[in-house]
């Protein structure tokens, strides 16, 4: 992910400046939904858009995917260490 600017503040917002964005987390750090299908049901996300942001997610090391323990057909979305720390910030 190409950064335009040193600022920690413009590089947050380039990541986390969507609602789409917080709302993939919210459900993820929460334990709501952590499987694509559940995000895209449960929300409307347009599929397209689903898949960039969880994408980028991963790209930056927030969310990350792993295999579902229940079905090891599918995958699962999980935070990070970093993406866990943003948790007071989604509480908030």
């Known amino acids: 992910m190409h950064q335009r600017s040193t600022c920690p503040i413009t590089c947050a ?14 459900d993820v750090l929460l334990g709501e939904r952590s499987r694509f299908s559940q995000f895209a049901k449960a ?8 898949a960039d942001r ?3 997610l991963e790209e930056v090391g ?8 229940t079905d090891g057909r599918r ?5 990070t260490p970093k993406g ?3 948790k007071p ?3 908030a």
């Open 75 to 79: 995958r699962v979305y999980v935070a």
């Open 43 to 50: 929300e409307g996300i347009a599929t397209n858009i689903l």
């Open 54 to 56: 969880l994408s980028r």
């Open 84 to 86: 866990e720390d943003l």
């Open 62 to 69: 927030i969310l990350a995917k792993e295999r579902d323990p």
């Open 89 to 91: 910030v989604i509480l």
């Open 13 to 26: 917002l380039d990541v986390l400046g969507d609602r789409w964005t917080l709302v993939i987390l919210r």
